[in-house]
């Protein structure tokens, strides 16, 4: 039995169509754009924040709050006054806006956060310059009470 040419466009038709629905289905979706920080590295290494930095702010939190010590390498504070960064305009964005470092990821995973409801959004310091090769920077910390990499690594084990 012989196909008519109308046939033969029909079934290439579908095809494509299904060709082209595939290749929709299967792509990768397209991923979050995060704002550069100040500084020339974080204080983690990236892949190790993006999976934990939300345990390491809850320890900071926990070590500040029921401990009394406060360290500034995993501090909120420091976080957002590296990664929050102004526009052309020099405004700096607010929470929400997908211009805001942290809202950047959290919206594009649907993740509802509540630290800003006590916390600032943006920089208190304007003028911070991170730095990891100096060692008096604000980060380091001396005395009882400094988050430790064990600490880290605890943080990281309960997660698991």
Known sequence: MRLTFSKKMTSALL???????ASILF????????PQGKGEQC?????LMRK?????????????MREGVRTKKHSLVEC????????????YPQYGTNEHFCSTCHNYASVSIDCFQCHATKPDNT????SLSDMNAAH????????TKSDLD??????Q
């Open 27 to 34: 792509a990768a979706p397209p991923s979050p754009s995060i």
């Open 154 to 159: 605890i943080v990281t084990a309960e997660k």
């Open 140 to 147: 380091q910390s001396t005395g009882a009470g400094s988050v």
């Open 52 to 64: 934990n930095h939300m345990d390491m702010l809850m320890h900071q939190r926990d070590a500040t």
């Open 127 to 130: 003028e911070y310059r991170h």
């Open 15 to 21: 095809g494509l169509v299904s060709l082209a629905f």
């Open 43 to 47: 204080v983690e290494p990236t892949d």
């Open 80 to 91: 957002i006054d590296c990664h929050v960064v102004p526009n052309e305009q020099g405004e």
